[in-house]
T-cell receptor, first 110, second 112 residues
C-alpha cells in the first residue's frame, strides 16, 4: 500500500509559470522531506518540515506542512528549465522507517 | 563529516547471474541503513532496512537479500537476477528517529 500520495504524477509548465506539487498522507507525519531527483541520479535534499503549519523556502521553492501534519505542498515560483526533474516527498511514520511518495515528474518548457 | 559511498555506479548483468551492491558509511557509528529501488517511471520503494549488525528487515518479498556484516557496511545481493530486478538502487543512512536521511549516489542496474 502507498502511505504517501503525490499529485500530479507529471507536470509540464511553461518557463516562468508557477506550479504546486502536493503530498498527502493517510497518517500523521513525524517528518516530511522533499527531494529532487533526475532519473538515474542521486537524490538532492530540498527541505524538511516537522512542525504543523511550518513553511520553508529555498531560492524559488517553498514547502508547507499543514497544521494536521498530513499534507504538504511544494510550490515553485517562476519556474526555470533547471527545475525540471522528479520531485519526491518522503516521510517518517514508524521508528526507523522512511517512505517515499510516487514522485512527480516536472518538465519546464523554455 | 559523514559520507556515504555506493558502488558501482552502473552495472549490466545477464539474467541468472549473481548480484552484489555495496554501501559504506563514514564518519558515524551505528547508523540505520536502507536500500531503496526505483523502477523506471515509478517512485522509490523501500526494500530493506537495518538498525544494527546482522539485523535486517525486509519490506517487500523479492528476489533480493541484504546483509550487514559490519557496522557501516550494507550489502544488497541476489543469487540469480531476473529481468524485473532492473532499476535504480539507492542506499541511505540515518542517525535514527528525528534525524535526516542521507542518500548515496545510486547504482543503475540493467539486467539483460
Amino acid at each position: 500500500s502507498q502511505e504517501l500520495e503525490q499529485s500530479p504524477q507529471s507536470l509540464i509548465v511553461q518557463e516562468g509559470k508557477n506550479l504546486t506539487i502536493n503530498c498527502t498522507s493517510s497518517k500523521t507525519l513525524y517528518g516530511l522531506y522533499w527531494y529532487k531527483q533526475k532519473y538515474g541520479e542521486g537524490l538532492i535534499f530540498l527541505m524538511m518540515l516537522q512542525k504543523g503549519g511550518e513553511e520553508k523556502s529555498h531560492e524559488k521553492i517553498t514547502a508547507k506542512l499543514d497544521e494536521k501534519k498530513q499534507q504538504s505542498s511544494l510550490h515553485i515560483t517562476a519556474s526555470q528549465p533547471s527545475h525540471a526533474g522528479i520531485y519526491l516527498c518522503g516521510a517518517i511514520y514508524n521508528f526507523n522507517k522512511f517512505y517515499f511518495g510516487s514522485g512527480t515528474k516536472l518538465n519546464v518548457k523554455p | 563529516s559523514q559520507t556515504i559511498h555506493q558502488w558501482p555506479a552502473t552495472l549490466v548483468q545477464p539474467v541468472g547471474s549473481p548480484l552484489s551492491l555495496e554501501c559504506t558509511v563514514e564518519g558515524t557509528s551505528n547508523p540505520n541503513l536502507y536500500w531503496y529501488r526505483q523502477a523506471a517511471g515509478r517512485g522509490l520503494q523501500l526494500l530493506f532496512y537495518s538498525v544494527g549488525i546482522g539485523q535486517i528487515s525486509s519490506e517487500v518479498p523479492q528476489n533480493l537479500s541484504a546483509s550487514r556484516p559490519q557496522d557501516r557496511q550494507f550489502i544488497l545481493s541476489s543469487k540469480k537476477l531476473l529481468l524485473s530486478d532492473s532499476g535504480f538502487y539507492l542506499c541511505a543512512w540515518s542517525g535514527g528517529f528525528g534525524y535526516g536521511y542521507t542518500f548515496g549516489s545510486g547504482t543503475r542496474l540493467t539486467v539483460v
